[in-house]
């Protein structure tokens, strides 16, 4: 007989039936006569109980069926009395497909994230992380069905790139060379001529600039890609190399990438409702009891609306009604993460869309707007997380976004490129990036983003 997953299994009601299962025992436990296994084989939360009766089978084999041990069990379909479920398998065949010694790091529940995070090899196995990364995959399907039934295409752009997206040099170089066969070179100064690409080259810190490129070629279009950023901030909303999104699509005003941004998002929080049911419940009982009610709240309100000039205002009136925060507000303040989700957490209690901040904050590319001081940025606000999306529509005119080049020193001779669009055929447009660990967060109710990506990359860490 064939495997059957254990996420199919649970949902038959053919008892009776012989069935084939593999997994990995998560406990065992019993009588002297009958023992209880609790099987998992990832394909759901929920575990399937086996049911053995001693008597049938040989001791040795039966010593082997430990914490962590992969077996392979052909058995019976039952009714079950008591394992929360309605099926289980009675065995009438076991075999050990791999042994797991008692120095098994996972045998014991109830570890602590930060532990789980030194054997991040491991980690998949436990019930968080793995409803962590099933929902983690069923983000990635609902962001590509979102996007594809919109008539948008999945366009790739390059990891190794020579220019710098938000000119706030946090670029991880990409080199074949050392840095003393770099300086040979010419003497003392740094030249990258001989090196593999001839210049120097780094890893992409956004996609958004082929991105536009695209736009005004094929009309809309998204990327889904990793993205590296050497921000050496060690918070539980940073990582150096995190995944992200972004829409871009011609003849697009602000207004519109809002509304596609919002749109976007709940579509997401949806999929995860309707799609994860188990997984989500699981991660609302076991750490964050809001959970389930904060998704679904964000279906239900409007997200606010609101200039960065208003937003500051509030706080501004908080900060005098003795509201204290870490760091200062002013207007032309880059606002912390403190101030965003007093915004979106204490004052609207719902996500908040905020436009039109000062160009000193932005980057080069961003739309101005007539009053000389602000350009036409959206960022999306969400509780718990702060940030989720950056965005804008951009500048179309080809000599204000020069001047703006100018102003801000960006190294001309790499872009020209990119003037082109604006050169050809330029057009409005516009569009966001969202980071896919910060919607994971949002989704999964984790509290540090170390936790919603398989192999996390933070300062000093490289490892698995
Ligand atoms: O606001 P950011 O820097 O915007 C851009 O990169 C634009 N080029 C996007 C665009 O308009 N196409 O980054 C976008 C989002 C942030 O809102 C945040 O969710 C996420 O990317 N992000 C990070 N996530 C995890 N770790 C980091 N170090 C992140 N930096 C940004
Ligand atoms: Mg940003």
């Known amino acids: 007989i064939g495997r059957t997953k254990i996420v ?138 979102f996007f594809h039934e919109k008539g948008f295409f999945y366009f ?32 003392g100064s740094i030249s990258y001529e001989n090196d593999f690409f001839g210049k120097q080259a780094s890893l992409t810190v956004s996609g958004q600039l082929e991105g536009e490129l695209a736009a005004t070629a094929l009309g809309a279009i998204y990327t889904f890609g990793p993205t590296f950023r ?29 509304d596609l941004a919002e749109e976007f998002i709940k579509y997401c929080v949806k999929w995860a409702l309707d799609n994860c049911a188990d997984d989500v419940k699981f991660l609302n009982d076991m750490f964050d009891k809001g959970l389930i009610e904060r998704l679904q709240g964000v279906l239900k309100d409007d997200f606010v609306r609101l200039s960065y000039t208003d937003g500051i205002k509030i706080l501004e009136e908080a900060v005098a009604k003795g509201h204290k925060f870490e760091f200062p507000v002013y207007w032309g303040v880059d606002l912390a993460s403190e101030h965003e989700r007093f915004l979106v957490e204490e004052h609207f209690k719902r996500p908040v869309i905020l436009t039109d901040y000062p160009k000193e904050i932005k980057a080069f590319y961003m739309k101005q707007n007539e009053d000389g001081k602000t350009v036409r940025a959206m960022d999306v606000l969400f509780p718990k997380i702060g940030e989720i999306i950056g965005g804008s529509e951009r500048e179309a005119d080809y000599n204000k976004l020069m001047t703006r080049i100018e102003e801000m020193h960006i190294p001309m001779k790499d872009m020209w490129w990119y003037l082109d669009t604006r050169k050809f055929g330029t057009c409005p447009h516009s569009g966001f990036g969202l980071g896919f660990e910060r919607l994971l967060l949002f989704v999964t109710g984790m509290a540090n983003i170390r936790d919603v990506i398989p192999f996390p990359r933070t300062p000093r860490n490289a490892d698995f």
């Not at 929360?84 to 065949?93: D, I, L, S």
């Not at 050497?230 to 909303?237: F, I, L, V």
Request: a negative charge.
């Open 156 to 187: 790739h752009t390059p990891i190794i790139t020579a220019s710098d997206c938000e000119g706030a040099g946090q670029m991880f170089q990409v080199t074949t060379m050392n840095l003393y066969d770099l300086k040979k070179d010419e003497g």
């Open 8 to 145: 199919d299994l649970l949902k038959r009601t053919d008892i009776g039936a012989m069935v084939n299962v593999k997994g990995w025992v998560r406990t065992r436990r019993g009588s002297k006569q009958v023992n209880f296994i609790a099987l998992n084989d990832g394909s759901t939360i929920n575990n399937l109980q086996i049911v053995v009766d001693l008597a049938n089978f040989d001791e040795e084999m039966l010593k082997l069926i430990t914490t962590g041990a992969c077996i392979s069990v052909n058995g019976e379909m039952v009714e079950s009395v008591g394992s929360g479920q309605k099926v289980e398998v009675q065995a009438r065949e076991i075999e050990v497909l791999g042994i797991c010694d008692n120095t098994y790091p996972l045998q014991k529940k109830g570890h602590s994230m930060e532990f789980l995070r030194e054997i991040a090899h491991l980690r998949p196995r436990t019930n968080t992380f793995g409803a962590v990364f099933r929902i983690r995959h069923n983000m990635a399907i609902a962001i590509h069905k």
């Open 230 to 258: 050497a921000e050496n901030s060690n918070t539980p909303r940073h990582l150096a190399e995190f995944w992200m999104i972004e829409p871009e699509v011609a003849f697009n005003d602000i207004t519109d990438n809002m």
